[in-house]
């Protein structure tokens, strides 16, 4: 049915494997990237202790819920997950991505707010730029993440 690159030279264990790794290297990688953005928002705030406890315990429920949904989704893979469309878990990543969206909808909109906030007082080429920065990494991870669901 699908013509697959490599698929006589890579068994369906090693593939599942390599797959597996995929989604946790990947998961992993985003969970870095999210705390370095904490940390920008953390500094922006201030480095205000209430606010450090917000953003910790948003980011500890994300990575709960992210690393509980990515367990059962790895451990519901078929062995031929990589040569088929059959993916019976896929409910369980879309609950992942979407822990991660939501932290960064809440990452995003209190960045904002201080911005906006203090760019009345002093409008700085730090304050342009974290916005411009902001906007942009927001808007291209919400694309990358939501594009996949909405072709289907």
Same mark, same amino acid.
């Given at each position: $049915?699908?013509?697959?690159?490599?698929?006589?030279?890579?068994?369906?264990? @090693?593939?599942?494997?390599?797959? *597996?790794?995929? &989604?946790?290297?990947?998961?992993?990688?985003?969970?870095?990237?999210?705390?370095?953005?904490?940390?920008?928002?953390?500094?922006?705030? +201030?480095?205000?202790?209430?606010? =450090?406890?917000? =953003? /910790?315990?948003?980011?500890?429920?994300?990575?709960? &819920?992210?690393?509980?949904?990515?367990?059962?989704?790895?451990?519901? @893979? %078929?062995?031929?997950?990589?040569?088929? %469309?059959?993916? %019976?878990?896929?409910?369980? @990543?879309?609950?992942?991505?979407?822990? /991660? &969206?939501?932290?960064? &909808?809440?990452?995003? +909109? $209190?960045?904002?707010?201080?911005? @906006?906030?203090?760019? *009345?007082?002093?409008?700085?080429?730090?304050?342009?730029?974290?916005?411009?920065?902001?906007?942009?990494?927001?808007?291209?991870?919400?694309?990358?993440?939501?594009? %996949?669901?909405?072709?289907?």
């Amino acid at each position: $049915m699908y013509d697959v690159v490599g698929e006589d030279y890579i068994d369906a264990n @090693l593939c599942l494997v390599l797959c *597996r790794t995929s &989604i946790w290297i990947s998961f992993l990688q985003m969970a870095c990237v999210e705390f370095i953005f904490i940390l920008r928002t953390y500094a922006l705030w +201030g480095c205000s202790k209430r606010v =450090l406890f917000y =953003l /910790l315990a948003a980011y500890l429920t994300t990575c709960v &819920i992210g690393i509980s949904s990515l367990q059962i989704y790895t451990g519901a @893979l %078929p062995a031929d997950a990589c040569y088929g %469309p059959a993916n %019976p878990g896929a409910s369980w @990543l879309l609950t992942s991505f979407a822990a /991660l &969206i939501s932290l960064e &909808i809440g990452l995003f +909109g $209190m960045s904002m707010y201080r911005v @906006l906030s203090q760019y *009345r007082a002093a409008s700085g080429q730090l304050l342009k730029s974290l916005v411009r920065n902001n906007i942009v990494y927001f808007g291209a991870s919400v694309g990358t993440w939501y594009t %996949p669901f909405l072709m289907k």
